[in-house]
């Protein structure tokens, strides 16, 4: 990762017992030595990383956060799984270590991973990492190319058949964050029933069936500083089989462009503003054209999208609201929520709803 970028100290709140957790990776893994020093990566809002830096190797430490947990979130055996069963078919996945189911060791379960060095774009771009507006908009392009290999992945070839639950895909999503943001929702959001109502009356028959990450993000990928190539995708979380548009849909939620306008700019967690990235309606093209894919009901995907998103933010944000978590990053997500809702009402606007 750039430098700058091998985190913090941990927050007290998400510390662990490092002598414990160390005990039982050197009981598994050869080469480790020393006290690893842990510091903690804190651009993230659901589960929790830490760098695990012993002499001569970097571990990459993934747990689920204190608090409040949707029920079927923050599975990390899950997640270890997925990773392990794609990097054969998809090489663009760190290599998994080692899993614990044990909740003697650390509280919950974690896994391990290696560290893919490279950099990180985040809300801006790191120390080092050249983006003037040519290479801009090959990242961008790459963003989107990286995104329909994925897509393009047989889940039998990778032994992910059993990874999701068949057809109907886009009602279960419909339904299923629907009653997410509704159980998290607090008094000071907007109970979205307008949007949910509209996306319930427009929903597609689900368009195909892939590997879908569900976060994708330009923070998630790990780049070479030199070609911009994607070194490693990360965050496997939520990754599943699905409708591919619908995983576009949650992606461009993040994308947010200077003609957005300055409440969607304050929100923005990617430098997706930058001069030269593709547009939203640039990025719907290319990947359409790519898949051989229809776009005439892009609306419904994109409002999703940002739905999607609004219930996630709403998620961490009731978390932070009940005390359950003091990081102060989760303070104005409420704000977040706010902007989303209006996004959606502007999309289903333009689409004449």
Same mark, same amino acid.
């Given at each position: 990762?750039?430098?700058g970028?091998d985190g913090?100290?941990v927050?007290? =709140?998400?510390?662990?017992?490092v002598?414990r957790v160390?005990?039982?990776l050197?009981?598994?893994?050869?080469?480790?030595?020393?006290t690893p020093e842990?510091?903690?990566?804190?651009g993230g809002a659901? &589960?929790?990383?830490y760098?695990?830096?012993?002499?001569g190797a970097?571990l990459?430490?993934?747990r689920?956060?204190?608090?409040?947990k @949707?029920?079927?979130? #923050?599975?990390?055996?899950?997640e270890?799984?997925?990773q392990e069963?794609?990097r054969?078919?998809f090489?663009?996945?760190p290599?998994?270590? @080692?899993?614990?189911r044990?909740p003697?060791v650390?509280g919950?379960?974690?896994?391990v991973?290696d560290?893919?060095?490279?950099h990180?774009?985040?809300?801006e771009?790191?120390?080092?990492?050249?983006?003037?507006?040519a290479?801009?908009?090959?990242?961008s $392009?790459t963003?989107? /190319?990286t !995104?329909?290999d994925?897509h393009?992945?047989?889940p039998a070839?990778?032994?992910l058949? %059993?990874?999701g639950r068949?057809? %109907?895909?886009?009602?279960?999503?419909?339904?299923g964050?629907?009653?997410?943001?509704?159980q998290?929702?607090t008094?000071n959001?907007?109970?979205?029933?307008?949007?949910?109502a509209w996306?319930?009356?427009h929903r597609? =028959?689900d368009?195909?069936t892939?590997?879908?990450h569900?976060?994708?993000r !330009?923070? &998630?990928l790990v !780049? /070479?500083?030199?070609?911009l190539?994607?070194?490693?995708?990360?965050?496997w979380e939520m990754?599943?089989?699905?409708?591919?548009?619908m995983?576009? %849909?949650g992606?461009?939620?993040y994308?947010?462009?200077?003609? /957005?306008g300055?409440?969607?700019?304050a929100t923005?967690?990617?430098?997706?503003h930058?001069?030269?990235?593709l547009t939203? $309606?640039e990025i719907?093209e290319r990947?359409?054209?790519?898949?051989?894919l229809?776009?005439? &009901?892009?609306?419904?995907?994109?409002?999703f999208g940002?739905?999607?998103l609004?219930?996630?933010?709403q998620?961490i944000?009731y978390?932070?609201h #009940?005390?359950?978590?003091r990081n102060? @990053?989760f303070? &104005?997500?409420?704000?977040?929520? #706010?902007v989303? #809702?209006?996004?959606?009402?502007?999309?289903?606007?333009r689409?004449?709803?």
């Amino acid at each position: 990762m750039s430098a700058g970028a091998d985190g913090a100290a941990v927050r007290e =709140e998400d510390a662990f017992d490092v002598p414990r957790v160390d005990a039982w990776l050197k009981e598994r893994l050869d080469g480790l030595s020393g006290t690893p020093e842990v510091t903690q990566f804190t651009g993230g809002a659901s &589960n929790l990383t830490y760098l695990l830096r012993y002499p001569g190797a970097d571990l990459i430490l993934r747990r689920p956060p204190v608090g409040r947990k @949707a029920a079927s979130a #923050h599975d990390m055996a899950r997640e270890y799984r997925v990773q392990e069963a794609l990097r054969p078919v998809f090489g663009r996945v760190p290599a998994v270590r @080692a899993l614990c189911r044990d909740p003697e060791v650390l509280g919950s379960d974690f896994y391990v991973m290696d560290r893919v060095p490279g950099h990180i774009l985040r809300r801006e771009a790191p120390p080092g990492l050249r983006l003037d507006a040519a290479r801009a908009r090959a990242l961008s $392009e790459t963003y989107v /190319d990286t !995104l329909t290999d994925l897509h393009r992945v047989d889940p039998a070839a990778a032994g992910l058949s %059993g990874l999701g639950r068949g057809s %109907g895909y886009v009602g279960r999503q419909v339904a299923g964050w629907t009653k997410r943001y509704t159980q998290a929702r607090t008094w000071n959001v907007p109970s979205f029933s307008r949007v949910t109502a509209w996306l319930d009356a427009h929903r597609p =028959e689900d368009v195909g069936t892939c590997v879908i990450h569900n976060d994708w993000r !330009l923070d &998630n990928l790990v !780049l /070479d500083g030199d070609s911009l190539g994607v070194r490693a995708v990360l965050d496997w979380e939520m990754a599943t089989l699905g409708d591919p548009l619908m995983d576009l %849909g949650g992606a461009l939620a993040y994308w947010i462009r200077p003609e /957005d306008g300055r409440l969607a700019l304050a929100t923005r967690r990617q430098a997706s503003h930058l001069p030269g990235m593709l547009t939203r $309606e640039e990025i719907v093209e290319r990947y359409c054209d790519r898949m051989g894919l229809p776009t005439e &009901n892009w609306p419904f995907y994109e409002t999703f999208g940002l739905f999607r998103l609004a219930a996630i933010a709403q998620q961490i944000y009731y978390r932070y609201h #009940h005390k359950q978590t003091r990081n102060p @990053a989760f303070r &104005n997500l409420w704000l977040a929520v #706010h902007v989303l #809702h209006g996004r959606c009402r502007a999309v289903i606007r333009r689409a004449g709803g």
